[in-house]
């Protein structure tokens, strides 16, 4: 099944939602954005979905900030990994305590080479649109060919512009391990119910799709 991520919760319900309908991750923000949370508005969520008897993973996503940071918010805040949106290097990398989610931006006419096993342990490689010069967020597409003949199934998320819409198309194409979505679900810059449902929707029957064309093929 394609792991799913839902980013830039700032909220209680929203992370509620996502937990009650089996996304794999929620992300919360702690980088510079309209979608930043406080380590006191992080505090609530963790706290209430560690009170859960299933949730999702909780992910704090940073810029480029000081590792001892981002150890004393993971803990803080309770966070299961912590995503590397900026220009953190394999030296960065290996002072950070929790699991690593390390993002590559694509940006237009960029082939990636290979995906590059970080030595550090666990690593999840998230590729996401490097558009308009930002870390992330844009709610831009890349351009997917960057993604051909990858194989993306192991530990790989892909982002940037994903939508209800454009998911099947992805999944279908590419078959990722994970997908992560942030702008795609919302309405005026907040997190809308009906567009969680309906991404969580069309990534589950796409797996079906995909499910029932293996039977086929056996
Ligand atoms: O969401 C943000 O504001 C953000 C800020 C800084 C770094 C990363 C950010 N979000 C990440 O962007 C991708 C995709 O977002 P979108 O669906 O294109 O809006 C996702 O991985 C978020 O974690």
Known sequence: ??????????DIEPASLCSQLGADFIGLVFAKSRRRVTEDQAKEIT?????????????????????????????SCHLDRVQLSGDEDEDYCRNIKTPIIKATRIVQGFKIPEIKTLTVADTIHLFDSGAHGLFGGSGKLFDWAALEGLDLSNQVIVAGGLTPENVEEL??????????????????????????????????KTDAKLKGAENVTR
């Open 1 to 10: 099944m394609t792991r799913i991520k839902i980013c830039g919760i700032t």
């Open 47 to 75: 706290e209430y979905l560690l009170s859960q008897r299933r949730r999702p993973e909780i992910v704090g996503v940073f810029v480029n900030t000081p590792a001892s940071e981002v150890n004393q918010i993971a803990d």
């Open 171 to 204: 999944v279908l194409r590419y078959h990722p391990w994970g997908v992560d979505v942030s702008s795609g679900v919302e309405t005026n810059h907040r997190k809308d119910p009906k567009k969680i449902r309906d991404f969580i929707s069309a990534v589950r």
